[in-house]
């Protein structure tokens, strides 16, 4: 395998902007301060140049450090794969099964979702992650996997390096009153640190220890997340989907028996549908090996069908009694509904005294909905949906079959 060839490839000038965004700067500057401390403190605790343990520390720490960046950038840049804008089956009697695209103006493939923030169908969404600010899909689902499992793996080293430089320099300073548990350091205390640990050198590496431990946790606890679905080759939106698909089943008793169909039979061969030696996922992300009792279709029709019946039990209709500008955190709506607003990136929605919105999922401050448009504003591909204030609309009471002739409108 060709090292350079599969480093990163600005397809465009403008993927350098993705840097430009809380997630990468946070991420980047954890790496950045938790690699930079762990390589002076070692320099303190373990000087590499004078013992074997010492330089392969040292080395070790280094390639943390590269391999973390590695598959860092290039599940930013490579990206997830996007399904090709105004895309059909070859079949067209395929198309029935799949649902309709009005933003990328055609239709998605098997395994696809359209994603608000990239404005693109994706091919196999995971899900849209704002620490490398861009999708996780079928290209660096790899990628992003192999980051979520070094960069714990290289802040565990790192938070060791941490612990142990300021335990052997305080060794000496401060009587912890721990006279039964010592730790022989005379191996690595033979020669004089050539930088001094001074109280700013304890501070940051205390606040470095701290970064690492919480990194090591919570993108420990991504990590298994995520190897969870890739060793049943699913994605996080399809396990959410096979979920509902029983959920329906058992509300309208209808007695399917539904096959998760890209489920290869082995948590081997669903591990190889990911990680390969070359680097490249298995398939062209169009179309999927399936389960035997299954076809390319299978998924896509539960779809339709959750799609429908969404329309049925969730959406309601309200109506606006209070204007919104569609500010995130509105004080004048109220203490709650400014201190409980959604931690969350999807759109909050402006809103005019008599818009007609169709919810369908909310808390007790915030509701979730699309805007019903007028004829003159229901352009191809406009669709006006997020968050609002509870306390700006009003449930309407209207007729069962006029509101179903309303939600049949819809486009999915």
């Known amino acids: 395998m060709n090292f350079l060839s599969n480093f990163v ?26 690699s930079t401390m762990a390589i002076l403190d070692s320099i303190i605790w373990y000087w590499p140049l004078d013992t074997t343990g010492g330089s392969i520390n040292f080395i070790m720490l280094l390639n943390w450090t590269v391999l973390i960046l ?12 996007y399904i090709p804008l105004g895309w059909k089956p070859e079949n067209q009697l395929e198309a029935q099964y799949l649902q309709y695209c009005r933003v990328c103006q055609g239709y998605k493939a098997p395994r696809s979702h359209h994603c608000r923030k990239c404005n693109r169908c994706v091919m196999k969404m995971d899900h849209h992650c704002p620490w490398i600010n861009n999708c996780c899909g079928h290209l660096n689902h ?3 996997t192999s980051f979520l499992l070094l960069a714990p793996m290289g802040c565990s080293h790192a938070a060791i390096i941490f612990i142990m430089t300021m335990y052997t320099q305080l060794y000496e300073r401060i009587s912890f009153g721990w006279s039964t548990v010592k730790i022989d350091m005379s191996a690595v205390r033979q020669i004089q640190p050539l930088m001094p640990f001074s109280v700013p050198a304890f501070a940051a590496t205390l606040f470095a220890l701290g970064l690492a431990l919480g990194t090591t946790i919570a993108v420990g606890m991504l990590f298994a997340i995520q190897m969870k679905v890739i060793l049943r080759n699913k994605t996080s939106i399809e396990s959410w989907i096979e979920e509902k698909a029983k959920d329906r089943i058992q509300h309208y008793q209808t007695g399917e028996d539904f096959i998760f169909p890209y489920d290869l039979g082995t948590r081997w061969l669903n591990f190889k549908q990911v ?7 298995k398939g062209d992300g ?6 035997p009792k299954c076809h390319q279709h299978t998924l896509t029709i539960e779809q339709l069908k959750q799609k429908a019946d969404k329309r049925v039990r969730s959406q309601v209709q309200y109506q606006a009694v209070e204007d ?3 500010a995130c955190c509105p004080l004048s709506k109220g203490l709650q509904t400014f201190f409980r607003t959604p931690c969350t990136e999807e759109p909050r929605i402006p809103l005019i005294k008599g818009d007609t919105i169709l919810a369908t999922r909310g808390t007790k401050w915030w509701m979730y909905g699309d805007k019903v448009l007028n004829e003159e504003h229901n352009i191809v591909g406009d669709r006006v949906r997020g968050w609002f204030p509870r306390r700006c609309v009003e449930k309407c009471h209207y007729d069962t079959a006029a509101s179903d002739s309303t939600s049949d409108k819809k486009v999915n």
């Not at 169009?286 to 389960?291: D, I, Q, R, S, T």
């Open 9 to 34: 490839t600005f397809q465009n000038l403008h993927e350098v902007r993705r840097l430009c965004h809380w997630g990468p700067v946070i991420a980047l500057s954890v790496i950045a301060i938790c």
């Open 70 to 81: 590695y598959n860092y950038f290039n599940a930013m840049f490579v990206g997830p794969g």
């Open 142 to 144: 790899a990628y992003f």
């Open 275 to 281: 990680f390969t030696w070359t680097g490249s996922p």
């Open 286 to 291: 169009l179309v999927w090996p399936v389960h």
């Open 324 to 326: 919104y500008n569609g």
